[in-house]
DNA sequence: TTGTAAGCGTTATCAA
DNA sequence: TTGATAACGCTTACAA
């Protein structure tokens, strides 16, 4: 095969320096006018691609960013990591995915491994311990998605609204007995919702609240939850999300429980399966794209100049780490209806 | 913070030469046995990580790869996205994801770019030109998922088969008249998958296939088949994929067409939500960890030792390129079921 | 088996 | 504004 063209190549082909060249297609320093459409032309015309191993070894900045999330398979994240590539590439940069399979062990691993070829990571990590992430995210920029850790950079959905919102739906719809199905205790979001979930209560004469307990964050977590909603004597049940609120549709129509007739159903998230069931989930919808878009210009956006890693917080530097909060809409469909006369 | 660690460092704590302390920490070239305990003690201690970019500049290997898939959130390509990517960690490379947004232009753009900062590409690109994918795989090492092309490597599923067992499982139900909602017209498998079809009805007596035209793969498209399917009078519809049966399901009910009284519905792929409508999905099931794993496998295993760019073909080297065909499956679930005497 | 030294392709420094 | 020249951290001849 041919080899490839080298920055020495188009200089002498433009007949000016190496080091000319390379000012001429950086469009740092100086160049005259004329020098640097001659240089263009000849990178152009034998096809110059910069070795980025060599820029790097020199700037200490590699041009990559890293995700780092739980299960791709999970509609989620898959989402997440759609707009966090999409945006990444716009910006010039190109995008290292690494799934942890919901190990914090494998995803400190991931972010130490991985970090060290890119400018900056966004971690999907809602099981991290706050002390392990605040201590990754030392001397790396790393901005942290849907998790909040002291003193690092942060974007999230605003939780507690997100079930304030399914709450009030459901209170209005003359539900008084309403069960949470929560997610992993460890889970920050999870917290996060059960948290706005009590504080909604408060606010909505009447309305109590029947802890089920947590469940995995996925359609089995559901299927469990589901037997114990018909035991609780709720009408309504919200669930730490989407995949749940699935499992738990499924698991009450095949016991028999008619949803939204007897029990309606709420979920969080909003993925695309959630209008494949019938009838189909009320949730809240969360901007997974908006999510990975302000991720990116988060690390992007960063005081430190995105060295390598031999830099100081990047995104957290300073301490006052920026954490951003977006809001999330309830989306109404066919899973919830007016509670049962006998139960109001 | 503390700058990197370098080889040198390494070096002068372990008392050898940095080529020493190179050739330890490599295992290549002879080095005793008791200076490599000390470089490796050393290199521990100090928390030595290798500068990649050092590396890659001089050895041309990049230690990455890079997965090409048209959308992220389709089920099918993060279960793909999820297998490579956890097959790539266990051989000790990271990888590149990239959406190209069912783009053509800019598939080839992410391999040409992600391409150059990686050691071999996995693509999947069921639309593109087959000219183009071979002139794309030339002096780069490519690995085609469900898909060929001449002289590039690949690791596709036996859509013949696939769509035979269904042809067969319908036929035997006693359905005779079944129709086609094709994919793209320029998708690969859907040429494959209509091609084996028409193959399997000739070998069953008595059945017809009813052709109801492209539609795109997803959703909506099925949605826009299903009204095509109550016109047909056919008793069975086969879906050239999931995405798209679950919305003739959908269609189908809100027309008020019973599944699987009325008409049976199969699939192909047997992504997750297959399993979350009611009735669930019959459908082909494709492995797709499998494909994953066998696409890196085969990446890796290429007869050039992957080097970045500089090197003849790669994993399609000499022109007669490996191709690896994987068995599917057929699940029967609640969409298909005896057709009704009346149409017998 | 080990050390010295020469690069890999680029950017940054410094004179001119 | 330009051109030598020195890095960047590593691997690999080649010599000892």
Same mark, same amino acid.
Request: aromatic share 4%; net charge neutral.
């Given at each position: 095969?041919?080899?490839?063209? *080298?920055?020495?190549?188009?200089? #002498?082909?433009?007949?000016?320096?190496?080091?000319?060249?390379?000012?001429?297609?950086?469009?740092?320093?100086?160049?005259?006018?004329?020098?640097?459409?001659?240089?263009?032309?000849?990178?152009?015309?034998?096809?110059?691609?910069?070795?980025?191993?060599?820029?790097?070894?020199? *700037?200490?900045?590699?041009? !990559?960013?890293?995700?780092?999330?739980?299960?791709?398979? !999970?509609?989620?994240?898959?989402?997440?990591?759609?707009?966090?590539?999409? #945006?990444?590439?716009? =910006?010039?940069?190109?995008?290292?995915?690494?799934?942890?399979?919901?190990?914090?062990?494998?995803? +400190?691993?991931?972010? +130490?491994?991985?970090?060290?070829?890119?400018?900056?990571?966004?971690?999907?990590?809602?099981?991290?311990?706050? +002390?392990?992430?605040?201590?990754?995210?030392?001397?790396?920029?790393?901005?942290?998605?849907?998790?909040?850790?002291?003193?690092?950079?942060?974007?999230?959905?605003?939780?507690?609204?997100?079930?304030?919102?399914?709450?009030?739906?459901?209170?209005?719809?003359?539900?008084?007995?309403?069960?949470? =199905?929560?997610?992993?205790?460890?889970?920050?979001?999870?917290?996060?919702?059960?948290?706005?979930?009590?504080?909604?209560?408060?606010?909505?004469?009447?309305?109590?609240?029947?802890?089920?307990?947590?469940?995995?964050?996925?359609?089995?977590?559901?299927?469990?939850?589901?037997?114990?909603?018909?035991?609780? #004597?709720?009408?309504?049940?919200?669930?730490?999300?989407?995949?749940?609120?699935?499992?738990?549709?499924?698991?009450?129509?095949?016991?028999? +429980?008619?949803?939204?007739?007897?029990?309606?159903?709420?979920?969080?998230?909003?993925?695309?399966?959630?209008?494949?069931?019938?009838?189909?989930?009320?949730?809240?919808?969360?901007?997974?794209?908006?999510?990975?878009?302000?991720?990116?210009?988060?690390?992007?956006?960063?005081?430190?100049?995105?060295?390598?890693?031999?830099?100081?917080?990047?995104?957290?530097?300073?301490?006052?780490?920026?954490?951003?909060?977006? *809001?999330?809409?309830?989306?109404? #469909?066919?899973?919830?209806?007016?509670?049962?006369?006998?139960?109001?």
């Amino acid at each position: 095969m041919t080899p490839p063209v *080298t920055l020495r190549d188009v200089a #002498r082909a433009a007949g000016v320096s190496p080091a000319t060249a390379s000012r001429a297609l950086a469009a740092s320093g100086s160049t005259s006018t004329d020098r640097r459409a001659q240089v263009h032309r000849a990178a152009r015309e034998l096809g110059y691609r910069p070795n980025r191993a060599a820029r790097e070894l020199i *700037t200490g900045r590699t041009g !990559n960013l890293c995700l780092v999330v739980p299960d791709l398979e !999970n509609p989620f994240f898959a989402a997440v990591a759609k707009s966090v590539q999409a #945006r990444a590439r716009a =910006a010039g940069y190109a995008v290292f995915v690494a799934d942890s399979e919901e190990d914090p062990l494998l995803e +400190t691993e991931l972010v +130490t491994q991985l970090g060290a070829q890119a400018d900056g990571v966004i971690l999907c990590a809602p099981r991290m311990s706050e +002390t392990a992430l605040t201590r990754l995210s030392a001397g790396r920029a790393v901005v942290l998605v849907n998790r909040e850790a002291p003193g690092v950079a942060s974007v999230v959905v605003d939780n507690v609204d997100g079930v304030r919102q399914a709450a009030a739906h459901v209170h209005a719809l003359g539900h008084r007995r309403v069960a949470w =199905a929560g997610g992993p205790a460890d889970s920050w979001s999870d917290r996060e919702r059960h948290a706005g979930l009590l504080h909604a209560a408060e606010q909505l004469p009447g309305l109590e609240v029947v802890d089920l307990g947590h469940f995995a964050p996925v359609f089995a977590g559901g299927v469990a939850a589901a037997d114990l909603v018909a035991a609780s #004597r709720a009408t309504a049940v919200l669930a730490h999300n989407d995949l749940m609120a699935l499992g738990i549709l499924d698991r009450l129509r095949s016991r028999g +429980t008619a949803v939204p007739g007897g029990v309606s159903v709420v979920g969080y998230d909003d993925v695309p399966a959630a209008t494949l069931v019938s009838p189909a989930l009320t949730t809240v919808a969360v901007p997974f794209a908006r999510l990975g878009r302000a991720a990116v210009d988060a690390l992007l956006a960063a005081p430190a100049p995105l060295a390598g890693g031999a830099t100081a917080g990047g995104a957290a530097a300073g301490g006052a780490a920026a954490g951003q909060r977006l *809001t999330v809409e309830l989306v109404v #469909r066919g899973s919830t209806a007016p509670a049962p006369p006998a139960a109001r």
